[in-house]
């Protein structure tokens, strides 16, 4: 394929900037339209994260643009999960048994913008501002957009777009709307939502509680997630039902209230939050919803890639790694098929990728329930006791289901959650039925984790499960 080739690229976020960044450095002219302002110019984070964990599947595509150095930069290590009970105990839990294994918090505005200067680095790449997307053409590869400054209606042609414009994308949409071909789509929300809150910093400028760890107060039906941010504060996130239990969204309605929830749920939390109910009512709640649906192409036309073709509930920390992800897996095809034409490409891509996007979807919906309640029983504490054991001792031949998904970039979300559901199935059924305890051989606990294991991942292929 010639490289001369014209790309229109909707939406600038972080999905959209990277690709536009990488298929610069392959020589193609990318266009590149965003409907929000420049946020290297203005703050345009409300009501959005504004940090997000950043792990090794992310760090593959940074380093695949050449700008790991840079990204690293921006990053504060968190090792693991810091549990906080009701009594304001605290309990670190780290991710995994390997030392050099950890999750970032990075800024999602940061990251967005050196991923936006570094692409237009490039003068085949052009990045336009203020320009939403009301629908696409995808017969004739057409986008109509208008100007949100001078309300002006355009179309832009080119030789493909790819659509990188979140859960909300216009091309999906007019994928639905347009009927002319056979879309299937779905679009799931939670029954709770989230809204951000924070813990400033100390007078002194210092982190008000410890800044390595994923913080959370998980309290079985809802809970709290605070990340540290590089300027010494968190950001700080509820979920919580919108109508469901004694406290819900819908009843959070006075500041007594909100403060009493807090009082008695979140108790250590409340107390480095003197700004809890200035940010509880001037904050947004927002949904928590899961989006897929197929094919993400159309001919060599159109193709969705990102929070627009899977978007994701954050509760694996992977929705950002995903869609970077998505960006790696295309290129690795782009270089598999060079003569090939769009249609080609697209398609391969689609049938090696969705299965994958699928997998951490649900594995999203998994993680959900095992942070708001399964990391305080006491089963649960135990099966990570023991997996931490395993991977410490040996690094090589086990790795848990978290270490699947967030440090294996080299094996799928889909393989990662297939032989990571059987792990936790075969340990939590021996623990369950006294087979083994934290307190038994190491290599022993091994060795009866591997063979039940494996008789659970043959049982499912013999059903069809795999």
């Not at 909707?10 to 929000?36: D, K």
Request: with cysteine; proline share 3%.
């Amino acid at each position: 394929m010639k490289k001369q080739q014209n790309i229109l690229v909707i939406g600038a976020g972080l999905c959209g900037s990277l690709l536009a960044l990488r298929l610069g450095q392959r020589g193609y002219n990318v266009t590149v339209y965003e409907m929000r302002t420049d946020l290297r110019k203005t703050d345009i984070s409300a009501g959005r994260s504004i940090n997000l964990a950043f792990s090794d599947r992310g760090n593959k595509a940074i380093k695949l643009v050449g700008l790991e150095d840079q990204v690293k930069e921006l990053c504060i290590p968190m090792n693991g999960r810091m549990l906080h009970d009701k009594e304001s105990n605290t309990f670190l839990s780290n991710y995994s048994g390997r030392d050099y294994e950890y999750i970032n918090s990075i800024s999602r505005e940061k990251l967005n913008s050196l991923l936006l200067t570094e692409a237009e680095k490039y003068d085949n790449v052009a990045i336009h501002f203020n320009k939403k997307c009301n629908s696409v053409d995808f017969e004739n590869t057409t986008a109509h957009f208008q100007d949100y400054i001078t309300k002006e209606e355009f179309i832009e042609d080119a030789d493909c777009i790819i659509a990188t414009d979140g859960a909300g994308s216009a091309l999906r949409k007019s994928y639905y709307l347009e009927r002319k071909f056979l879309f299937s789509f779905s679009q799931n929300y939670l029954t709770h939502g989230y809204k951000e809150l924070s813990i400033l910093p100390s007078e002194t400028g210092d982190y008000k509680t410890y800044k390595n760890a994923l913080h959370i107060w998980p309290r079985g039906d809802f809970m709290v997630i605070a990340l540290p941010n590089l300027d010494g504060s968190f950001t700080v996130t509820l979920f919580l039902s919108y109508a469901e239990g004694e406290y819900n969204f819908n009843n959070l309605t006075t500041p007594e209230i909100v403060t009493e929830f807090f009082q008695k749920e979140f108790p250590d939390a409340l107390e480095l939050m003197p700004n809890l109910v200035k940010d509880f009512f001037e904050n947004p709640t927002a949904p928590l919803g899961t989006v897929k649906c197929s094919p993400w192409h159309y001919k060599g036309n159109t193709l969705l890639m990102g929070d627009s073709a899977h978007a994701i509930v954050p509760f694996y920390g992977q929705g950002m790694n995903a869609s970077f992800e998505d960006v790696v897996e295309f290129d690795q095809v782009l270089e598999a098929n060079k003569d090939a034409d769009w249609e080609t490409i697209f398609t391969a891509y689609e049938k090696t990728r969705k299965k994958d996007t699928d997998a951490i979807a649900d594995l999203a919906i998994d993680n959900f329930h095992e942070m708001k309640d399964h990391v305080g029983q006491a089963i649960f504490q135990e099966k990570r006791k023991i997996e931490m054991a395993l991977e410490k001792e040996f690094p090589e031949d086990y790795s848990s289901k978290y270490s699947l998904v967030t440090f294996n970039e080299n094996i799928g979300y889909r393989e990662a959650m297939l032989k990571g559901r059987a792990q936790d199935k075969a340990i939590l059924k021996m623990l369950a039925d006294g087979v083994i305890s934290a307190s038994d051989d190491i290599k022993d606990i091994l060795d009866k984790v591997k063979i039940e294991t494996e008789a659970i991942l043959d049982d499912h292929k013999v059903a069809g499960l795999r």
